[in-house]
């Protein structure tokens, strides 16, 4: 019996308590039963203040030749933020965390999202961040970047690496 059950079948003689553990967690949901994993993340966006979405597949095991050929463009100064959409089954995940590392020669930029604790969901779930982000400008930020990204929980799993 995972966490998540024990959680669901205590105090069910407390009426008001289990409404509230159904609230907060829902039902029990596997969308994949056959695949063990708890986090399955399936889509990283990156969202432009005008409008524009690039939705990327990480798990796409061609993802970054695709890249290489066909690279993201994002103008000086554009405005943009990261966001994520994954699944959680099986058990709760604490402290899902998102880093991201992005490179140009010798400057790099690694910042740590902390987009929280989940519970299973039949449906996709996702975060993006708070704040825009400003690309940065001027002659020496041009050119090309590499980036890394990775998700990992409290408990030291960790999910995805790309």
Aim: hydrophobic fraction near 30%; proline fraction near 5%.
């Amino acid at each position: 019996m995972s966490a998540l059950e024990k959680i669901q079948n205590a105090d069910t003689d407390d009426k008001s308590l289990q409404n509230y553990k159904k609230q907060l967690l829902g039902d029990v949901a596997t969308p994949f039963p056959d695949d063990p994993r708890r986090v399955i993340v399936k889509e990283f966006y990156i969202q432009f203040q005008d409008g524009k979405k690039i939705t990327l597949d990480p798990t796409d095991s061609k993802l970054v030749d695709k890249l290489k050929t066909n690279p993201i463009e994002i103008k000086e100064k554009a405005q943009y933020k990261f966001g994520v959409g994954f699944y959680i089954q099986h058990d709760i995940c604490h402290g899902l965390k998102l880093k991201i590392k992005i490179k140009k020669g010798i400057f790099s930029d690694t910042d740590d999202y902390p987009l929280g604790s989940y519970g299973p969901k039949n449906e996709i779930q996702s975060w993006f961040q708070r704040d825009w982000e400003e690309a940065p400008s001027g002659f020496m930020y041009r050119g090309d970047y590499t980036g890394e990204a990775s998700f990992y929980d409290l408990d030291g799993n960790k999910h995805l690496e790309w």
